[in-house]
């Protein structure tokens, strides 16, 4: 039964890291459109699709980074108590 726990385990793993692909450029994409629909609404074309975009890559990346330190503090909790019960 642990094994099949620890086989999901990883498969949950693989899933979440795999999924830290996407922010990115979902971020980007997200910037784009604000900044287009600004463009539009402000007559400044594509001045502020280009900056809004750069800044909502600048967003993924610094979320990516938030949940890649996020995710390793809790691996570093979880690997202390779980051998301290060990030996």
Request: proline share 2%; hydrophobic share 50%; charged share 15%.
């Amino acid at each position: 039964m642990a094994r099949a726990g620890k086989h999901l385990e990883l498969w949950a793993q693989i899933g979440f890291y795999a999924s830290l692909g996407f922010i990115v450029p979902a971020g980007a994409v997200a910037g784009c459109l604000i900044g287009w629909l600004l463009d539009r609404w402000l007559k400044t074309a594509p001045v502020l699709i280009v900056v809004m975009g750069f800044l909502g890559a600048a967003g993924g990346f610094i979320e990516v980074l938030r949940v890649l330190s996020q995710a390793e503090k809790n691996v570093d909790t979880d690997d202390g108590s779980g051998r301290s019960g060990e030996g």
